[in-house]
């Protein structure tokens, strides 16, 4: 017990405290533009709140490498848009240490009408990279995405899982403090995936990068995380052992 007292904050690379998020959802379908500023203007337009996240708290430490899990629309990718600073929570705080590499929404950061190599420029700039530092390492991300003849075609005529290649060498070509890995896997192949966590275990090994890793595929949250959180219908169901926590998420389908 001792040593986790001892935990100093600037240990803590995301810090959840007591977060909640409420969108404005309307609460009934306007057909057009102009139904909904008479609505407005008269003041009848009204919206049911709904809980997407309530209360929700929780730390990671630099270099936890940890699985959120939890069904669908139950508040995982919100909870990653708040720690990337994406969504303003709408109570409580989030705190973050360091730089992000978040991969939450596929295609976001890039444009269709680009080429392969335009958009690892534009993207990479985003990210906060230089051309120069790019120009460096553009083999690395070509030959890491095994996108060599594509280099030059427009982004629009990727296939998904392309894509999602493009966006995990990026974000991944120097050591991030923090990666977010949203699903962005899934849409890739079985040798792709390998690919990818090799490479996040190679990050889990340096020590000093934090992981935030969404999948739907329990058996990878495994092989990968070492604690998992599970997150059910906007609610903190379980935060611990990613074995326990697992076997727990499993066990409710039973
Ligand atoms: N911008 C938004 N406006 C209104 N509701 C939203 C918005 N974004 C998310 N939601 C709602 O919040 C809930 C949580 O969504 P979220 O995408 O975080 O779920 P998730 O756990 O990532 O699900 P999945 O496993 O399907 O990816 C859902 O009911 C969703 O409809
Ligand atoms: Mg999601």
Same mark, same amino acid.
């Given at each position: 017990m001792a040593d986790i007292a001892q935990v100093a904050d600037n240990d803590y690379s995301i810090e959840v405290d007591d977060v909640t998020m409420i969108f404005n959802m309307a609460s009934e379908s306007l057909t057009n533009l102009k139904e909904y500023f008479i609505k407005l203007v008269r003041h009848e337009l009204f919206f049911k709140e709904f809980r997407a996240l309530r209360n929700i708290s929780f730390k990671v430490r630099r270099g936890e490498v940890v699985g959120l899990v939890g069904t669908n629309g139950s508040g995982k990718s919100t909870m990653l848009k708040i720690i990337a600073g994406v969504l303003e929570p709408s109570e409580g705080t989030c705190r973050v240490r360091g730089n992000i590499a978040p991969l939450i929404e596929?295609?976001? #950061?890039? /444009?269709?009408?680009?080429?392969a190599r335009e958009n690892i420029y534009l993207n990479g700039a985003l990210l906060g990279y230089t051309k120069e530092f790019i120009d460096a390492n553009l083999q690395g991300i070509i030959d890491f995405a095994e996108l060599h003849d594509f280099i030059d075609m427009p982004l629009k005529n990727f296939s998904s899982g392309m894509v999602a290649r493009i966006a995990f060498a990026i974000a991944t070509i120097t050591e991030p403090d923090i990666l977010i890995v949203d699903e962005?896997?899934?849409? #890739? /192949?079985v040798f792709f995936q390998r690919k990818c966590e090799e490479r996040i275990r190679h990050f889990i090994e340096s020590g000093d990068v934090t992981v935030l890793f969404v999948s739907h595929d329990i058996e990878q949250v495994e092989r990968i995380c070492q604690r998992a959180i599970w997150i059910e219908k906007g609610d903190l169901r379980m935060d611990g052992p990613v074995g326990e926590v697992c076997e727990a998420y499993r066990n409710q389908f039973r």
């Open positions: 596929l295609g976001a #950061g890039f /444009d269709p009408e680009l080429t962005t896997l899934s849409v #890739g /192949d």
